[in-house]
């Protein structure tokens, strides 16, 4: 079987070491973009990014204000009345 000719078989030295500081250049970048990254999602305010994802609104009253409980307790409520009809 023939080997494939290479994409830069065609490609002048100066091209190649111009690609190769391109792609250093792009690996750089892309770390220093995700350290930014990285220092945006440590700043984040939840609740500031809520409120710019669905629009202003008071989170403290119903109905977006958390639930007093997490429903565990109404759910072992049905469990116990499950149980006892076996």
């Known amino acids: 079987m023939k080997p494939e000719a290479s994409s830069l ?3 002048t030295p100066e091209q190649i070491a111009q690609g190769k500081r ?5 690996k750089e970048a892309g770390e220093a973009m995700e350290r ?4 945006e999602l440590r700043r984040l305010d939840a609740r ?3 409120e710019l994802l669905c629009g ?5 009253v119903p109905p977006r ?5 997490s429903g565990l307790v109404e759910q072992q409520f049905w469990f116990m ?3 006892r009809r076996d």
């Open 65 to 69: 204000a958390p639930k007093p409980t």
């Open 36 to 39: 930014l990254r990285r220092e």
């Open 81 to 83: 009345k499950a149980a």
């Open 22 to 26: 391109w792609v250093q250049a792009w």
């Open 56 to 60: 202003p609104a008071d989170y403290q």
């Open 48 to 50: 500031r990014a809520i």
């Open 9 to 11: 078989a065609d490609w």
